[in-house]
């Protein structure tokens, strides 16, 4: 009679344990309905995101929003 293992061992997990699971719970992506142009836009956002990000983290620090904030102090709701 085999033992119910209740907790994972992680050292009986091989690559042919992952294939088979693979096989029978992974789905594919055109099973999963990502054709060519979706994964060439996921692909330029998972590039250009982090670029951009960094790009703009630069200026969003405080001293940066208070320059940006006192260029036209005047155009402020509670100044006109």
């Known amino acids: ?3 119910l293992k209740f907790f994972v061992n992680y ?3 091989n690559f042919n344990s992952i294939k ?3 096989n029978y ?3 594919t992506v ?3 309905g990502i054709g060519k142009i979706e994964l060439t836009v996921i692909g330029a956002v998972i590039l250009i995101f982090p670029i951009l990000f960094v790009y703009a983290s630069k200026n969003l620090d405080a001293k ?3 320059e ?3 260029e036209k102090p005047n155009d402020w709701i509670g100044k006109k």
């Open 25 to 27: 719970f992974a789905l």
């Open 1 to 3: 009679m085999k033992e």
């Open 20 to 22: 088979i699971m693979i």
């Open 68 to 70: 940006w904030m006192m």
């Open 11 to 13: 050292v009986d997990i």
């Open 64 to 66: 940066g929003v208070f």
């Open 30 to 32: 055109t099973e999963i």
